[in-house]
């Protein structure tokens, strides 16, 4: 005997078998894990000092990664000194956003988090 529905009033009970049950219930469990939509977060890492045509080359790729609907994570890493180029890590980052503007939203503005600028993308909704 197992208890199908134990909120209900009066709580609804069957006489199967318990093997059988709990295995119909793990296949029910899978199928809607495998409905569930997987987030994929890409990555595109620029330097402090990152030239113009590697900035076009990266932003290619970003286009890329949000239109097939992943998130973006795009991070200027600072090496050594160049710590001290916090403003055009920060500059690089916003001009993305702007110039991806039609692709995606800002999800999170740049933040500093140790030695990296930190600033997240979300595809816009087709």
Do not use: W
């Not at 296949?27 to 569930?36: C, F, P, T, V």
């Not at 990266?58 to 180029?85: D, N, P, T």
């Not at 991806?100 to 993308?121: A, D, N, S, T």
Request: a positive charge; charged letters at 35%; one cysteine or more.
């Amino acid at each position: 005997m197992v208890e199908i529905s134990p909120k209900a009033d009066p709580p609804v009970c069957k006489i199967i078998d318990y093997k059988k049950f709990l295995y119909e219930q793990k296949k029910r469990e899978k199928a809607q894990k495998s409905k569930a939509t997987k987030v994929v977060v890409k990555e595109i890492r620029f330097g402090p000092n990152t030239d113009e045509h590697d900035f076009e080359f990266k932003k290619k790729h970003a286009i890329k990664f949000l239109q097939e609907g992943a998130k973006l994570k795009a991070f200027v890493f600072f090496k050594g000194r160049s710590i001290i180029y916090k403003d055009q890590g920060h500059i690089l980052l916003l001009r993305l956003a702007t110039e991806l503007e039609e692709y995606g939203k800002v999800e999170q503005m740049p933040k500093l988090e140790g030695k990296r600028m930190i600033m997240y993308l979300a595809p816009k909704k087709k």
